[in-house]
C-alpha cells in the first residue's frame, strides 16, 4: 500500500506532519480528516522525503491560487483564520511571500478585517481578491467565496500555462531563424560577394540590395542595435500610458487571426471573473468596475466601464452591454437569461467555459500554421541571398565563354 506524506493543522490550529498510509490521495484525505487533521497537502512520499506539491516549492504565480485553496480548506474546516495563516506562513520559504503573509497575519491579530488585511498588499493580492474575500466576510460564505476564488485563479493559471507551452516552440523556432539569418548577413556574404567587386559591371538589383545590408549590417550593427534598444524604451514608456494601452488593444483587435483570439480572450475572462463576483455576492455595478482591469483589454474594459454606469443609472446588465459591439449577442442572451432564472453566476461560468474551448481551437490552428508560415519566411530570405549570389555568377560564367 502507497505511504504518503502530509502536512495538516488539528481542529485546535497545530501544525501537523507525518506520514499515513492508503490506497489513494483521496482515501489519504479521508482517513486524515477522520482522525481529525484537516490535510494542506497530500502526495506520494518520495525517495528524498520531500513533498509535492507545496508552498515551500511553488514559484510566486503558482503561489496565490494554492494558498488560496489551502486556506479556504483550512476556514471551510472551522480553523480559525490567524492560525490557518500562521499555519500556511510557516511553509512559505521565499521572503517576499514569508512576509506579506506574517504581515496580513498579524493585521488580522491586530483586529482588522482578512479583507482589508490583503486589500494593503495590491502587488500580491489583486483588487478582485481582496472583494471576494469582502463579499465573503460580509455575508457569512468566506470559506465558499475562497473555494470559488481559488477555482478561479487555478483556471487562470492553467490557462497561462497552455498558452505559453503553445508557444514556446514556435518562439524557439523563429528566433533560431532570425539568428542564421543575420549570421549569413554578417558573415558569410561579405566573403562571397567581395569577389564581385573585380568585375568591372553594374551588379544586378538583388545583389546590390544584399551587398547593402550585408555592409550595414557588418559595421554598423551597434548603432542599429542602439536605435533598436532606443525604439523599445521609447514604445515601453508609450505602452505604459493609458493613450498607449488603448491604442496597442485596438489594434490587436483588429489583426486577422490574432485579434479574434484576444477578443475571445477578453470576454472569456470577463465572464469568469463577473461570474466568480456574482457567485460572492458582489453588487453587479461594483462587480463591473473589478473585472474591467480584469479582462486584459482597454478598449473592452471601457466599454465595461460605461455598462458599470448604465447599472448605477438603473438599466439591467444586459441591457448595459448591449450598447457595445464588442459584447457579442450571444454573450448578451445568456446574461438576460441569467437574470431573469436568477443563475446569471451559474451561466456566465458556462459561458466562460464554451468560450475558452472556442479560445483553445483557435488557438491550436494559428500555432499549427506558424511553424509553415516561419520555414516559407526564412526560405524566401534564403532564397532571395542564393539568388543574389548566382546571379553575378552566371554573368562571369558568361564572360569566361
Known amino acids: 500500500m502507497p505511504t504518503y506524506r502530509y502536512t495538516g493543522v488539528s481542529r485546535e490550529g497545530v501544525e501537523k506532519k507525518g506520514v499515513v498510509d492508503a490506497e489513494n490521495v483521496s482515501a489519504a484525505r479521508l482517513k486524515l480528516r477522520s482522525d481529525g487533521t484537516y490535510p494542506l497537502t497530500v502526495a506520494e512520499e518520495t525517495g528524498d522525503g520531500r513533498l509535492f506539491p507545496s508552498l515551500s516549492l511553488l514559484g510566486r504565480k503558482e503561489f ?52 482589508r488585511a490583503v486589500e494593503s498588499h495590491p502587488g500580491t493580492f489583486p483588487e478582485l481578491y481582496a472583494s471576494m474575500v469582502r463579499a465573503g466576510e460580509e455575508s457569512g460564505t468566506l470559506p465558499l467565496s475562497l473555494s470559488r476564488l481559488a477555482d478561479h485563479l487555478e483556471e487562470q493559471s492553467r490557462t497561462v500555462n497552455r498558452v505559453r507551452s503553445a508557444l514556446t516552440y514556435p518562439l524557439l523556432m523563429a528566433s533560431v531563424a532570425a539568428l542564421v539569418v543575420i549570421f549569413l548577413l554578417s558573415f558569410v556574404v561579405p566573403k562571397i560577394v567581395g569577389v564581385f567587386s573585380h568585375l568591372g559591371r553594374a ?52 489583426l486577422p487571426i490574432l485579434g479574434r483570439i484576444v477578443h475571445l480572450s477578453a470576454l472569456s475572462r470577463f465572464s469568469r471573473t463577473l461570474s466568480t463576483m456574482a457567485a460572492g455576492g458582489i453588487p453587479i455595478d461594483r462587480a463591473l468596475r473589478i473585472v474591467a482591469p480584469v479582462v486584459g ?13 448604465r447599472v448605477v443609472e438603473g438599466a439591467s446588465l444586459s441591457e448595459a452591454l448591449r450598447h457595445h459591439a464588442e459584447i457579442p449577442p450571444a454573450l448578451i442572451q445568456m446574461v438576460a437569461v441569467g437574470e431573469e432564472s436568477g443563475k446569471l453566476d451559474y451561466l456566465l461560468e458556462k459561458m466562460g467555459e464554451a468560450i475558452d474551448g472556442e479560445v483553445e481551437a483557435r488557438l491550436s490552428r494559428a500555432l499549427s500554421l506558424m511553424e509553415p508560415v516561419i520555414i516559407l519566411m526564412m526560405g524566401t530570405v534564403v532564397a532571395f541571398i542564393v539568388i543574389s549570389i548566382l546571379l553575378p555568377l552566371l554573368e562571369i560564367s558568361t564572360i569566361v565563354r
Open 297 to 309: 483589454n482597454a478598449v473592452i474594459a471601457e466599454h465595461i466601464e460605461a455598462a458599470a454606469a
Open 64 to 115: 496565490l491560487p494554492l494558498l488560496t485553496r489551502q486556506l479556504a480548506t483550512l476556514v471551510g474546516a472551522g480553523v480559525p483564520v490567524m492560525a490557518a495563516l500562521q499555519s500556511l506562513s510557516a511553509q512559505v520559504d521565499d521572503p517576499e511571500s514569508r512576509r506579506v503573509l506574517v504581515e496580513v497575519q498579524e493585521a488580522v491579530r491586530s483586529g482588522m478585517t482578512l479583507a
Open 203 to 254: 551588379l544586378p538589383l538583388p545583389t546590390r540590395a544584399l551587398i547593402a545590408v550585408s555592409n550595414v549590417l557588418a559595421a554598423g550593427w551597434w548603432v542599429l542595435l542602439l536605435v533598436l534598444g532606443a525604439l523599445v524604451v521609447a514604445g515601453r514608456r508609450y505602452l505604459a500610458t493609458d493613450r498607449g494601452k488603448r491604442a496597442r488593444d485596438a489594434f490587436l483587435l483588429r
